[in-house]
């Protein structure tokens, strides 16, 4: 039985201590005898040392494989076994084998005396090509394996798996050295590694060939058997690699691992055969040996990094060289060469891995550089435009407008375009991160902040344009209206004055006759039934319109004192006329004879007189238009056409009538001079109404004027608002598009010919009819079904339409059908016309309103500048977007099979197909991966074809296995292939001089600058973990 040091950790007693000792010292005398005199003795099969399984696995054994190895391994078997029952003898009373003594594939028995240090040389700095890993070396093989601690770091790194939970680190007794011996043992033993009648006692004794034939058994389990070339595996599968490598060289013949090497001719053929730039093969001399094995082993030591196992000396001119140690060196050529696809592989994994990490990188730098900036800038004018307040002045607001029609023109379209260029990038990044595998940014600004910030400043800048614009129409209506007011005002002011100083209002009136009362009482009649009437509907007209005065402008309050002042005045005046005209008409009882009609008459020419002057004033005034725009163009027109013309016709033409009917009276009673001064009378009215036909055409020729401007202006603002539309939606477009890479190349191409294509005459069909699917245009199309339909459901009622009027309504819905389908046909049009011929458009209007002198469009806050701005973005938008996953999309093809690798799998997959029926067996599908040089485990094969045939029919076509083949060959771009890319390229350490060696330099530069952060604790490896997390989280 084997000691177990957790029996004695945990109490195990003394009784069973010493029966342990007792059973180790039986075993070493049985040994002892063995080696001195005891005849051999072949150990049975059946034997208790042959029981446990052999390290071959029989899970899906290829049949045609058991033909052609299983008489070689049988006939080595054979002679091993008998190797060893010559070299070893074992007495009939040896007590009970240790289970770690399993059957024997290889003995050292019959071994060649002179070759033992040289063996023991190889394996040494075999071992230490591993235990470097781990800072450890190898001086005595004898001597340092005995304490167990590198055999078992061995086994550690090279199964890359822990041998045992514990063991001692630094054993001093001997007990301590065979546990950790015994966990070594046992860790083969799991590993079906069949070690030949060797147990760990051996090798705490220093037994030279036991050590030796130790590490030979590590080396063919661990590095020669997993060789496996068609088929063969192991020694003969190495050598059916290097005669298959060395196929094209006829002077180079290899039959076996010891004389085949001697000349070094096959070592340099074979170094040729995969590096020929590093060996001139032409020049070498077959006969100089010592120079053709120094060359060998120099230039894979120094150029393939794979460690000098053997001396010169002892390979070169050697009429048999140790087939062993050759063995060994050849299974390092082997494993550096025949990896070279998993490295190629590797290295393009890699490479796009770190291209995609240098662009993020990039994106990264040209998002925050551009969105700090426009998050200042936009946190700044929103404060600005939340404090500013209005003036109060119209030359103020005119200048608040100026300055900000001026930052709409200069400051905010760069703004617009940095906007747009930080939207995209945020848009390429966060789409290069989701369809390459990458977590999603965390934006810094967010773009919702950006995107809400600028819809808020947006609304500021609207709603302050919008004010100043009300408040600009208001206070100029004010002025208009103020200035009436005055005017009308200091007529009644003047009036009042002039009334004032009337003797009429002494209080001393006197009347001395018949005519002066008469005059006295016709000038008292005259102030109250029309100066003052008139004047009282002036002042009246005056306190009406200035109630429609703003109460902010600075002239108000005191014209309403004014008008508050002469409201009192006529007040007072009506008292003081009614009080007057009282007194009067007791003085003109008795003056009856005055002429009526004459009296009449000269009343209405005087009223008349004074009606022509102020409308004569009036009409003069109306024409000097202080507002040519729209509004008060509209304006004044309506104020001569409502309140001017009536004005003239109530008041001059009814009047002039009057006098027109005294006219003849007076002139059947033959007062010329009456009738002479009422025709002059009647010819001042005339020129009045010619005036006012003048003035009517005026304002009609002004009018047609400024609706053109309206005109022109409104369809500015109708094709600006749609521009903004449609560079909206195309953003969105840009920034949401979905589906793989092909698929938003191809949407990104569409858009950018729909939007900027020159040619528009026949693509604008085609497109109508391939892309009936585009929703600019099915969305028109649908709401016009609609509306289509539902007039026609709504027009037809079969219960109360007779036949005849029923085909009539059918008819007229047809037409009305046909008529809007029309229509929508057009609208569709217009939608897929070009942004480019919209853009030209909008420019020829802007140019119509500059020769029209409109500098501010009253349908509209837009501007030709900002337009242009979106425009150009927009294009730069859609240019960048289309590059990137241009690029994006040349990357994901990188890797791809070349056309050598195709035919080598459709080469291979006849080759294997040995029943020709077409499919793959399982035996045949596990010689095919071998046959590729996939570095697949037999239990990986069975596991990969399970999966390729999903209808269990224990077979696979020949296109299951060209996909499989595919994804084996071609690089992937995820975490998990960066991860196995580099366990492929570096194993388990990765060094600065294989990242120069294997990528470009600008990978190279890229890596170097984040080195520090990559190191591992020795500060020389890169931590493979650290560097992958960092490729993954740029």
């Known amino acids: 039985m084997e000691f177990r040091a957790e029996e004695c950790r945990s109490g195990t007693s003394v009784n069973r201590l010493k029966a342990f000792w007792q059973e180790q010292a039986n075993r070493e005398i049985a040994r002892q005898a063995r080696s001195r005199s005891e005849p051999p003795r072949l150990i049975a099969a059946t034997s208790t040392t042959t029981d446990r399984p052999r390290a071959v696995s029989h899970r899906g054994v290829n049949p045609v494989q058991a033909l052609l190895v299983a008489p070689k391994e049988q006939e080595e078997e054979e002679q091993e076994t008998k190797e060893t029952a010559e070299d070893r003898v074992e007495p009939e009373s040896e007590p009970t084998p240790s289970p770690l003594r399993d059957s024997t594939t290889d003995s050292m028995a019959g071994y060649n005396e002179e070759w033992v240090d040289v063996q023991k040389n190889t394996f040494t700095r075999w071992a230490n090509t591993y235990l470097s890993r781990k800072r450890m070396t190898i001086d005595d093989l004898y001597e340092d394996l005995k304490d167990g601690i590198r055999l078992i770091s061995l086994l550690q790194i090279i199964c890359r798996e822990k041998v045992c939970r514990k063991f001692n680190k630094k054993p001093r007794m001997r007990i301590q050295k065979m546990e950790n011996l015994n966990f070594a043992f046992a860790f083969m033993q799991k590993k079906n590694v069949n070690v030949t009648n060797i147990g760990s006692s051996d090798i705490l004794d220093g037994n030279n060939k036991l050590v030796l034939g130790l590490m030979w058994t590590l080396i063919k389990a661990f590095q020669v058997a997993e060789i496996d070339v068609e088929g063969v595996s192991g020694k003969d599968g190495l050598l059916l690699w290097v005669n298959r490598s060395l196929a094209d060289y006829p002077t180079v013949e290899v039959k076996n691992f010891s004389g085949s090497w001697a000349d070094g001719m096959a070592f340099c053929a074979l170094i040729h055969r995969y590096a020929p730039t590093l060996i001139d093969f032409n020049s070498l001399n077959p006969m100089d040996a010592q120079t053709n094995v120094k060359l060998a082993f120099d230039i894979a030591r120094e150029k393939l990094r794979i460690p000098q196992l053997l001396e010169v000396e002892n390979v070169a001119g050697q009429a048999k060289p140790d087939e062993k140690s050759i063995t060994t060196y050849v299974s390092l050529l082997f494993k550096e060469f025949a990896s070279g696809v998993q490295k190629k592989k590797a290295v393009t994994t890699i490479s796009k891995a770190l291209n995609i990490a240098q662009r993020h990188q990039e994106l990264a730098a040209e998002f925050n550089k551009n969105a700090s900036g426009l998050l200042e800038w936009l946190q700044q004018q929103t404060e600005r435009f939340q404090t500013l307040s209005q003036p109060r002045h119209i030359p103020d607001i005119k200048e608040a407008l100026a300055r900000h029609l001026e930052y709409k023109k200069n400051e905010k379209p760069p703004r617009e375009a940095q906007f747009v260029a930080v939207e995209g990038c945020a848009g390429r990044w966060i789409a290069s991160c989701k369809n390459n595998g990458r977590a999603v940014p965390?934006?810094?600004?967010?773009?919702?902040?950006?995107?809400?910030?600028?819809?808020?400043?947006?609304?500021?800048?609207?709603?302050?344009?919008?004010?100043?614009?009300?408040?600009?129409?208001?206070?100029?209506?004010?002025?208009?209206?103020?200035?009436?007011?005055?005017?009308?005002?200091?007529?009644?002011?003047?009036?009042?004055?002039?009334?004032?100083?009337?003797?009429?209002?002494?209080?001393?009136?006197?009347?001395?006759?018949?005519?002066?009362?008469?005059?006295?009482?016709?000038?008292?009649?005259?102030?109250?039934?029309?100066?003052?009437?008139?004047?009282?509907?002036?002042?009246?007209?005056?306190?009406?319109?200035?109630?429609?005065?703003?109460?902010?402008?600075?002239?108000?309050?005191?014209?309403?004192?004014?008008?508050?002042?002469?409201?009192?005045?006529?007040?007072?005046?009506?008292?003081?006329?009614?009080?007057?005209?009282?007194?009067?008409?007791?003085?003109?009882?008795?003056?009856?004879?005055?002429?009526?009609?004459?009296?009449?008459?000269?009343?209405?020419?005087?009223?008349?007189?004074?009606?022509?002057?102020?409308?004569?004033?009036?009409?003069?005034?109306?024409?000097?238009?202080?507002?040519?725009?729209?509004?008060?163009?509209?304006?004044?027109?309506?104020?001569?056409?409502?309140?001017?013309?009536?004005?003239?016709?109530?008041?001059?033409?009814?009047?002039?009538?009057?006098?027109?009917?005294?006219?003849?009276?007076?002139?059947?009673?033959?007062?010329?001079?009456?009738?002479?001064?009422?025709?002059?009378?009647?010819?001042?009215?005339?020129?009045?109404?010619?005036?006012?036909?003048?003035?009517?055409?005026?304002?009609?020729?002004?009018?047609?004027?400024?609706?053109?401007?309206?005109?022109?202006?409104?369809?500015?603002?109708?094709?600006?608002?749609?521009?903004?539309?449609?560079?909206?939606?195309?953003?969105?477009?840009?920034?949401?598009?979905?589906?793989?890479?092909?698929?938003?190349?191809?949407?990104?191409?569409?858009?950018?010919?729909?939007?900027?294509?020159?040619?528009?005459?026949?693509?604008?069909?085609?497109?109508?009819?391939?892309?009936?699917?585009?929703?600019?245009?099915?969305?028109?199309?649908?709401?016009?079904?609609?509306?289509?339909?539902?007039?026609?459901?709504?027009?037809?009622?079969?219960e109360s339409e007779e036949g005849d009027k029923s085909t009539d309504v059918a008819t007229e819905v047809e037409e009305a059908k046909a008529k809007q389908v029309e229509e929508v046909k057009a609208k569709a049009a217009e939608i897929i016309t070009p942004l480019t011929e919209d853009m030209e458009k909008l420019e020829r209007i802007h140019e119509e309103l500059e020769r029209l002198q409109v500098h501010t469009n009253p349908f509209t806050t837009d501007t030709i500048h900002g337009l242009r701005a979106q425009f150009t973005s927009l294009e730069t938008a859609v240019r960048d977007k289309v590059k990137s996953l241009e690029k994006e999309l040349a990357l994901s093809e990188v890797g791809s099979l070349t056309p050598e690798q195709a035919k080598e799998i459709k080469e291979v997959f006849d080759h294997f197909d040995l029943d020709n029926d077409g499919v793959l067996a399982r035996d045949e599908f596990i010689m095919a991966c071998k046959g590729l040089g996939l570095s697949l485990s037999e239990d990986d094969c069975h596991d990969y074809f399970d999966k390729i045939d999903e209808e269990d029919n224990d077979e696979i076509s020949f296109e299951g296995f060209a996909t499989f083949c595919t994804l084996q060959l071609q690089s992937g771009s995820t975490k998990d292939d960066v991860h196995e890319a580099l366990d492929i390229l570096t194993g388990d350490e990765l060094t600065l001089e294989q990242i120069e060696e294997r990528f470009d330099a600008t990978q190279v530069e890229f890596i170097k600058k984040h080195l520090p952060e990559l190191l591992e604790a020795d500060g020389k490896s890169v931590d493979t973990d650290k560097f992958t997390d960092f490729i993954f989280s740029v």
């Open 442 to 798: 965390n934006l810094d600004p967010p773009i919702e902040k950006l995107q809400a910030m600028k819809a808020h400043l947006d609304e500021l800048e609207t709603a302050f344009e919008l004010k100043l614009r009300q408040n600009l129409e208001s206070y100029q209506k004010t002025e208009i209206f103020l200035k009436k007011v005055v005017k009308d005002l200091e007529k009644v002011e003047a009036w009042a004055k002039e009334k004032e100083a009337l003797s009429l209002f002494a209080e001393d009136l006197r009347v001395t006759s018949t005519a002066d009362a008469e005059e006295k009482l016709e000038s008292v009649a005259f102030l109250q039934n029309i100066e003052l009437p008139r004047y009282k509907q002036l002042l009246a007209t005056v306190v009406s319109e200035a109630d429609g005065l703003s109460e902010e402008h600075k002239d108000t309050k005191a014209t309403l004192e004014r008008v508050e002042a002469m409201k009192n005045f006529v007040a007072m005046a009506e008292d003081k006329v009614e009080g007057v005209k009282i007194r009067l008409q007791e003085c003109l009882r008795v003056q009856q004879d005055m002429d009526a009609v004459a009296k009449d008459a000269k009343t209405l020419m005087r009223n008349l007189k004074y009606v022509i002057e102020e409308m004569d004033e009036e009409v003069e005034a109306a024409t000097k238009l202080q507002d040519v725009s729209t509004a008060g163009v509209v304006a004044a027109k309506h104020q001569f056409d409502t309140v001017l013309v009536p004005k003239v016709q109530n008041a001059v033409v009814s009047e002039n009538e009057k006098l027109i009917e005294k006219k003849q009276i007076l002139a059947e009673a033959g007062r010329e001079s009456d009738v002479a001064l009422i025709e002059k009378t009647n010819a001042r009215v005339q020129k009045l109404l010619d005036s006012l036909a003048e003035k009517r055409g005026y304002y009609e020729q002004e009018l047609a004027t400024v609706e053109k401007r309206d005109e022109v202006c409104r369809e500015f603002a109708n094709l600006s608002a749609r521009i903004k539309e449609r560079c909206a939606q195309s953003t969105q477009s840009i920034n949401v598009v979905e589906g793989s890479l092909k698929d938003q190349f191809n949407s990104m191409v569409k858009l950018r010919h729909r939007l900027f294509r020159a040619n528009t005459g026949v693509a604008l069909e085609e497109e109508i009819e391939e892309k009936p699917e585009d929703p600019e245009i099915t969305g028109v199309e649908t709401s016009a079904a609609q509306e289509v339909a539902k007039p026609a459901a709504e027009s037809v009622d079969p």
